[in-house]
């Protein structure tokens, strides 16, 4: 069955390179990794860069995906958890399994404050431009567990991601409210993955997810970013979750 893995923020498809790696492609399976509208390049023009329109475009390739090979298992990190929760929560019927993490839509959960920031007109805006320089950027990504390669080409340095980004987080101030009462519903074969000591989002919020979605929650021995530190964990993971999901009929 074909899978689809979604980034978060500042991330591009590369996040996912090592766990792709890790899960080979013995089997044949079609396995892809997106670069959300607007990270690993300038956004389409037109492309308003909301939380609802990104979930519009994941569907889109989800419908293509689905066409070629049936249901597919829908992974997520950070955003990317945010986004394919809410898939998982309207278009079940294009999903055979779910996996996420790293972010979470819970009404109780209150955004981090670096979100907070992005989230407040005239102070984000500040924000980008005189604190998160570029060497300021990659500095924080390496010193919160993303590899020193990958941290120098992070979507912050993307031209017009950093006015993606507050759009984005803006779209999102309620998040939880809006989207945890569809949440409730996901009945699919789950996976919550949750870095042990993630400074964003602590471990109380995955464990809550999980138990809400009545997902395996799976804890990483590491912090925010669990694709690029513990990428053959995470394949392990993956391959458990895939196994005992139902073949297409």
């Known amino acids: 069955m074909p899978a689809l893995l979604v980034h978060g923020n500042p991330d591009t498809a590369h996040l996912w390179d090592a766990v792709l790696a890790e899960l080979g ?16 390049g300038p956004r389409p023009a037109g492309f308003a860069a909301t939380k609802e329109s990104y979930v519009d475009w994941i569907i889109a390739r989800l419908e293509a995906l689905a066409d070629q090979g049936g249901p597919v298992d ?18 079940p019927d294009l999903l055979r399994s779910l996996a996420c993490g790293g972010a979470v839509v819970d009404a109780d959960y209150p955004w981090h404050p670096l ?13 980008m431009t005189e604190e998160l320089t570029d060497q300021v950027g990659i500095d924080h990504l390496v010193e919160n567990g993303v590899p020193p390669e990958a941290a120098a080409r992070n979507a912050w340095l993307t031209e017009g991601n950093k006015d993606v980004i507050l759009e984005l987080y803006r779209s999102a101030v309620h998040i939880g409210k809006e989207w945890q009462p569809d949440l409730e519903s996901v009945r699919l074969p789950s996976m919550v993955l949750w870095g042990r000591e993630d400074p964003y989002v602590p471990l ?21 970013w669990w694709p690029y530190e513990r990428p053959a964990e995470t394949a392990q993971a993956l391959r458990r979750l895939w196994s005992r999901a139902p073949l297409a009929a």
């Open 25 to 40: 492609d013995g089997d044949g399976t079609e396995r892809v990794a997106v670069d959300l509208p607007g990270f690993a």
């Open 74 to 91: 829908l992974v997520g990190h950070d955003w990317g958890s945010l986004l394919v929760q809410r898939i998982a929560s309207v278009r």
């Open 115 to 127: 979100a907070q920031v992005w989230q407040t007109p005239g102070e984000g805006e500040r924000y």
């Open 204 to 224: 109380e919020w995955g464990e809550r997810l999980a138990q809400r979605i009545d997902a395996e929650l799976v804890v990483l021995e590491c912090g925010h």
